[in-house]
Structures are given as structure tokens and as C-alpha cells.
């Protein structure tokens, strides 16, 4: 019997191949599926590093199809997918995509015209907020809208176009009381200030008044706290804020049987 099957061993010396290639075949199978891997989690990796990019720079738009073609293609995380972004951009949830899509479009127009220090957009519990400052908005001790915010305010109608949600107006002041005899204190100053505001955008924005309202804070709701010149004009803002409120919960209870 031991000679038979050194015979038929003999007779096929290469037969060791057959299960060595098919443990090659088995080893490429496994490093194509961990290169698939890898390759999708860079692909969503470029697609929110491009969208907070688009965020936080100022660009107005996703970059062309021309634009990435020029860039050199040196390594595979340099090539930007120029469908990622978008992809990403819309799958966000409705707070977070409006949040994008307004930032990026106010910081590159505040860049254009010179005033991006006295923009910003925030994302809190609540909604999205469009600050504008003092220094944009009023005089130091007004409540008539200066001429140069007319123009932010036509864009900030615009970025409210596509949004249904309800609008609340905030007025904001700095712990100095105010020395015009018309507004004794600084309530008066942050209502009426935030109720030029709203006018403005319900008579020549044409946003629908059931969605929008007026309110002032006063000091009382500070951003920085009110001890230097540069943190009081940070106090001293309107805000604009899309409301998106949360899913209503309902309790419901069972009671025992009687």
C-alpha cells in the first residue's frame, strides 16, 4: 500500500500547486475586499472634509469639473470626487444642510462686501442664528436701519426663500443704559430695534408675517461678557433665527383597571 502511494506521488510532483493557488486565489479575494473598504471610507472622508471646507472658507459653490482637472494628481487623496460633496450636502439632516448652504453663501457675500466681521452664522439647539452687528444694523442709541444693511438683508431674504419655518428676530443690547429719552431703558431699545428689522422684511422682503416675529432681550442675553469696548459691541447684535422645531412627543399612559 505504502509503495502504491509513493508511486501516485511521484507520478504527480506538482500537484501542491493546485492548493497553493488556491490559498493566493482566497489572500487576493480578502485584500480586493480591504482595498474596497478603505477606498469607500476615503470617499466619505473627502466628502465632509470638501462640504466643511465649502462651510468654513467662503466658497459659493462646489468647485467645477474644470477646477479639479487642473489640480495634480499626486496621491489618491488629492482627487476630489466632484459628485461627493453634493451627495453628502443633501443626505444632512434639514437644520444642518439650511446651516451649510447659509453660511457659506453670507461669509463669501459678507467677504464681498467687507463686512465679515460683522456676520456670523451659528447653529444652537433651536435653529440656525444669523448675527449681524450693531455696527451693520443701527447708530450707537437708534432704532432706524442703517442704509448699509439693506443689501445683507435683501440676501438673508433670498436664503430664506426655500425655508418654510417660522423666524424669530431678537434685539440685543450691552449693559449701558441707553441716553436717549425714547428708549429709557435698554428693553425698549431691543424691541424696537428687532421690530425695524422685521418690518423690513415683511414690507420689502415680502416674507409672510404669520411666520416671522419680533423680540428684544435687552443685556440679558449676552454673547461675551460685558467688561471691555470689544466684547460690549459683540453684545450689541441682531439675531436672526430659523426656528426647527423638534418632533412633538406624546406620553401616553395605562392605567389599571378599575
Known sequence: MARKQREEQE?????????????????????????????????????????????????????????????????????????????????????????????????????????????????SMEGVIISLSEKLTFEPGEVGLRPDVVKVLDRVVELLAPIDNKVRVEGHTDSIPTNNPLYPTNWELSVLRSVSVVRYLIEEGHIAPERIQAAGNAEFKPVAANDTRANRALNRRIDIIIIYPGESRRLSLTLPPS
Open 11 to 123: 507520478s504527480n510532483p506538482l500537484e501542491w500547486l493546485v492548493t497553493y493557488g488556491d490559498m493566493i486565489t482566497l489572500m487576493m479575494v480578502f485584500f480586493v475586499v480591504l482595498y474596497a473598504m478603505a477606498n469607500t471610507d476615503l470617499q466619505n472622508f473627502q466628502k465632509i472634509a470638501l462640504s466643511l471646507r465649502i462651510a468654513f472658507n467662503g466658497q459659493s459653490q462646489f468647485p467645477s469639473s474644470e477646477v479639479l482637472q487642473t489640480q495634480p494628481e499626486t496621491s489618491q487623496a488629492s482627487v476630489t470626487d466632484t459628485n461627493a460633496a453634493p451627495l453628502f450636502f443633501d443626505n444632512l439632516p434639514p437644520k444642518r444642510r439650511d446651516f451649510v448652504r447659509i453660511s457659506t453663501e453670507l461669509n463669501s457675500y459678507a467677504q464681498e462686501l467687507g463686512v465679515a466681521g460683522d456676520i456670523s452664522v451659528n447653529m
